[in-house]
């Protein structure tokens, strides 16, 4: 029931294919008794027609991206339906201009939680959420007087785009993100409060969170900035959603539209991209513009454009023991690597004042 290839192999033998795969997504709350068991089933159920991709199965539901040979569309679609009576026509978001080369095995890994929350409170179900929105309808509320719009993605998302008078939660992780936020609006029960992120599955699980602590009007975005933008433009109404939204892809973000609200982290004028620094021992994610970018080689600040430039071993050297983790430049925490980029500032403040 498990893959014995190697990687190579089998990313050799989907390369091999000559028929077209769609890449997809999906989730689903709701309660899975024995997910071990669900999973073996829906692993031999999908691996028969060849779907590729990761999928993920909890107590609390099913969370998978996958692709899937198009010959095989309406087979894959029959059997992830029939797999649970809950899942029978939920909606598959199919990825627009996506190759569907990206996967070439199928990964099905059991968790405790499809997203995690820090949640242990036995009465909560997430599977009881908020009231779907459609772009139509978001438009609409969204205008109603008193209505609150909460984003629940991290700083560097909201950072570079999001919808109109959407308010922020101030915190690192979705974890930490929940109870803040809850906090935050303790005083608006009775309000209409809306919710999104980027594909629905984070802002579901926040909507069924808020009902849970008895918030009555909680309502969120169906599938996401992603489906409300594609919905909008296909209807052509107004798009509230400004900016770009960020993906996790080689491109790290979508234009929206063309509003650019963000700016760079270095210099401070408008810019809206994100790169990671090119140090290898770095590699932090933040905004940079065009200028800044060619001063610091990508980097993001000048020690980390020396260290890049310092031959391999030493770089190496000095890596070693360094925590790798990913780093996003942030706000809400006082990041090692702010540090340098704010000396640089200052010392080219000096520069231009000579
Ligand atoms: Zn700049
Ligand atoms: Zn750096």
């Known amino acids: 029931m498990y893959n014995r290839i190697s990687n190579a192999e089998l990313k ?10 769609k890449t997809v997504s999906f989730y689903k709350y709701f309660h ?50 029939q797999s649970a009576p809950e899942l029978d026509g939920i909606r598959l978001n199919v990825a627009v201009d996506d190759d569907g080369k990206s ?20 009465n909560f179900d997430p599977g009881k959420t908020g009231t779907y929105l459609k772009a139509k309808d978001y438009n609409e509320l969204a205008e109603k007087p008193g209505t609150i719009v909460i984003d629940m993605r991290n700083h560097y998302e909201y950072e570079v785009g999001h919808f109109e008078n959407a308010i922020e939660i101030p915190s690192d992780t979705f974890r930490d993100q929940l109870p803040m936020a809850v906090d935050m609006f303790k005083d608006k029960k ?37 489906e409300y933008t594609r919905k909008a433009k296909e209807q052509g109404l107004p798009v509230k959603f400004k900016g770009k939204n960020f993906v996790f892809d080689e491109r790290l973000g979508e234009r929206i539209t063309e ?36 001063q610091l080689e990508g980097c993001c600040s000048e020690t980390c454009k020396e260290e890049k430039n310092l031959p391999e071993d030493e770089q190496k050297a000095r890596r070693a023991g360094r925590n790798n983790g990913i780093m996003v430049f942030s706000k809400s925490k006082d990041h090692p690597l702010r540090k340098h980029r704010d000396e640089w500032r200052i010392e080219r403040k000096q520069e231009e004042n000579i």
């Open 32 to 81: 899975i008794d024995d997910p071990v068991a669900y999973r073996n089933k829906l692993f031999v159920s999908f691996n028969a027609i060849k779907v590729f991709g990761r999928v993920y199965i909890a107590h609390e539901g099913i969370n998978g991206q996958i692709s899937v040979p198009e010959s095989n569309f309406d087979a894959f679609k029959e059997r992830l339906y």
């Open 259 to 294: 509003d650019v609200i963000a700016q760079c982290h270095i210099c401070g004028k408008p810019c809206d991209t994100h790169t990671n620094c090119k140090n290898e021992g770095c590699h932090l994610l933040f905004i940079q513009c065009e200028d800044c970018a060619r």
């Open 190 to 226: 009775d309000e209409n409060i809306i919710m999104y992120c980027t594909g629905g599955i984070r802002c579901e699980k926040a909507s069924a969170y808020f009902l849970h602590n008895g918030f009555k009007n909680v309502f969120h975005v169906e599938g996401g900035i992603i």
């Open 103 to 122: 996967f070439w095995a199928l990964r099905m890994k059991v968790r405790p939680k499809i997203v995690a929350d820090g949640i242990d409170d036995p």
């Open 12 to 21: 050799k033998k989907m390369l091999e294919e000559t028929g077209l795969r």
